[in-house]
Structure formats: structure tokens, C-alpha cells
């Protein structure tokens, strides 16, 4: 076999970490393209197993956050939109609170009402969820920074 003909065989485990790797460095565009590609095959991902397809998920998750923060916001909305589509297991509700935050944070986009960010952000503290609750506060807060 010549170096020419060497063929890249990835598992699409492997497709999804090198996109997670890639966000920051990618053009919102083509973050979008290859998310809705990403969305074309989540059910492909959940035949993979529940990990892969957690990790396709959360992947996408981050997609919207790098979009918010990057002023791209009808993109990240477009990609949520479509995420809204898929049915989660009751079991995933890091899953489910996930993309009831995110829509919540692109629905504060418009009348800036963080009413919904903040009880989402305090159930998950009555719950003891610290870390995501931090989380999801600093994301808040670094999406409010760009967009005032």
C-alpha cells in the first residue's frame, strides 16, 4: 500500500470527539453543517450504544453554547430546534435539564427575561447539583456578556 491510498476508518465515537475537539476552531457555518449531519445520524449514534449517543448529544449541547457565545444565535437555535425532536429517556435527565436550559437561554434572547435560566439553575442546586448548577450559571453569564 502506498502512502497515497492510506484510508481513515473512524468509528463515529471517534467522528464526534474529533468534531467536539474542533467547535473553537471551526467556522459557525461549518460547525452548523457538520451538527445537522451530526442530528441526521443521532439515531444512528443511539444504535451505537447509550454512551455514543450521550456524547452526540452533549457534543451538540456544547454546539449551541459555542454558537450563543460566538453571536450566532439563529444557528444555535436552528440546531436546538432540531435536537427538541428527539425523545430522551427518563433516565438521561442530565439530558433532558441540558436542552430545557438551553432553550430556556435562547428564549432569553429576546426579551432578556433570565426568570427560567435562574429556576432552572436553582432546581438544580435544591438538588444538590452544584457543578451543574455553576455550570450552567457561568455559561449563562458568558452568553449575557456577549449579547449586552
Known amino acids: 500500500m502506498d502512502r497515497n491510498s492510506v484510508q481513515f476508518n473512524f468509528t463515529i465515537g471517534e467522528n464526534i470527539s474529533l468534531f467536539f475537539n474542533t467547535i473553537q476552531v471551526l467556522s459557525p457555518k461549518m460547525i452548523f453543517q457538520i451538527s445537522a449531519q451530526l442530528i441526521e445520524n443521532l439515531d444512528f449514534a443511539k444504535q451505537a450504544g447509550s ?3 450521550y456524547f452526540a448529544t452533549t457534543t451538540l449541547f456544547e454546539v449551541v453554547i459555542a454558537l450563543l457565545i460566538s453571536n450566532n444565535s439563529a444557528y444555535a437555535a436552528n440546531i436546538l430546534r432540531q435536537l427538541n425532536h428527539f425523545d430522551f429517556p427518563q433516565r438521561e435527565t442530565k439530558l433532558i ?52
Open 51 to 53: 454512551d455514543t449517543f
Open 97 to 148: 435539564i441540558g436542552r430545557k436550559f438551553l432553550n430556556s437561554l435562547i428564549d432569553w434572547q429576546e426579551p432578556q427575561n433570565e426568570q427560567r435560566i435562574l429556576k432552572i439553575i436553582d432546581f438544580l442546586l435544591d438538588m444538590g447539583l452544584t457543578m451543574q448548577a455553576k455550570n450552567f450559571l457561568q455559561v449563562y453569564k458568558t452568553v449575557r456578556e456577549v449579547k449586552n
